[in-house]
């Protein structure tokens, strides 16, 4: 990444913290806005089988890194609903070319407690 976009990451990444901490219900619209964008993301990735060397997992590890750096209390609130919806997305987008079968499989399964 270049210098502009570091700073720019930064920058979002001050505001979505000061936002947990300060209005945590902005902060979950705002976070929001986010998942909807990476779910758009994703499905834009995988569109034709083509993931142009990209995996549309790593848009799950950076959206879950970004939320790490927002502290505890916006953690607690948005990490599993997050991680829920875009590894939902990710298996949704992958399904037409890995089969959906397998994607069916993936929603019925459940770990053993």
């Avoid at 502009?4 to 979950?28: C, D, G, T, V, Y």
């Avoid at 790593?58 to 953690?75: E, P, T």
Wanted: aromatic letters at 8%; hydrophobic letters at 35%.
């Amino acid at each position: 990444m270049g210098k502009a976009s570091e700073r720019r990451k930064s920058k979002q990444q001050l505001f979505l913290s000061m936002l947990a901490q300060e209005n945590p219900e902005k902060f979950k619209r705002e976070w929001g806005k986010r998942l909807k964008s990476w779910t758009v993301e994703i499905s834009f990735l995988a569109k034709d089988g083509k993931l142009n060397g990209q995996s549309v997992f790593s848009i799950v590890d950076r959206a879950k890194d970004i939320l790490l750096g927002c502290g505890k209390k916006a953690v607690e609130s948005q990490y599993k609903e997050t991680q829920a919806v875009l590894e939902n997305a990710c298996c949704r987008a992958l399904a037409p070319h890995i089969g959906y079968e397998m994607y069916r499989m993936n929603q019925r399964w459940k770990p053993d407690k």
